[in-house]
């Protein structure tokens, strides 16, 4: 009977330290998607970019149509020059992975729209970053490293993982 529970907990942890560390996926401007900013909120993009807490390894994810996502310098970023993006994409699905900390700088390649607002800096935490000021050990954002479920509760809204522990307790529940 303990060992059959120590099994089911370990397989949450597992299961919680590979759906939210190392496909954790930010969905760029919530249901609009990626869009040019209505003209009285310009800086919806940037807003959003600084309520959230982006790491190595992280996703993010760009919804539009009609549109194009381009990855690009601050200077460009700036002046909203697209004549030579880092990275470009215009599938309507763009998924972009940090594989750095520091600053990332996006725009829109569509002519016009960057100047409107559709444009973002995204600052991306390296590990040691993220995990300072939570009185933890150092980990790295591998999904190999023993990362105590407790210490993504900060990172991560309760409400997102309390119903995915509860469903997967159950089924561990159920199958044991
Ligand atoms: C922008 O204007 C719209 C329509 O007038 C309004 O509903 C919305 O709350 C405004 N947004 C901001 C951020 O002021
Ligand atoms: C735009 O960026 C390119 C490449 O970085 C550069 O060569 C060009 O001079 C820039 N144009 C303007 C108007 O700043
Ligand atoms: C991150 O990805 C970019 C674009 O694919 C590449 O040029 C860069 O070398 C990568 N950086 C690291 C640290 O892997």
Redesign the pocket.
């Known amino acids: 009977m303990a060992s059959k529970s120590v099994s089911g907990l370990f397989l949450i942890t597992i299961c919680v330290i590979v759906c939210c560390v190392s496909c954790f996926e930010f969905e760029v401007g919530g249901p609009e998607g990626w869009v040019v900013p209505p003209a009285n909120d310009s800086k919806l993009y940037n807003d959003w970019a600084s309520e959230n807490r982006f790491r190595v390894g992280d996703n993010i994810h760009f919804k539009y149509l009609k549109d194009s996502v381009m990855a690009v310098?601050e200077?460009?970023y700036k002046?909203c020059?697209s004549?030579?993006p880092a990275f470009f994409s215009n599938t309507g699905n763009t998924v972009y992975v940090f594989n750095h900390s520091g600053s990332f700088y996006f725009i829109s390649g569509v002519s016009g729209h960057c100047e409107k607002g559709q444009r973002m800096i995204v600052k991306v935490m390296s590990s040691d970053e993220s995990e300072s000021g939570r009185g933890s050990s150092p980990s790295s954002s591998s999904a190999a490293s023993p990362v105590a479920p407790a210490e993504l509760f900060p990172v991560f809204p309760a409400s997102m993982l309390v119903p995915f522990v509860l469903a997967l307790a159950h089924v561990v529940s159920v199958s044991f």
Do not use: D, P, S, W
Request: proline residues 0%.
């Open positions: 310098t200077a460009e002046k020059n004549t030579r």
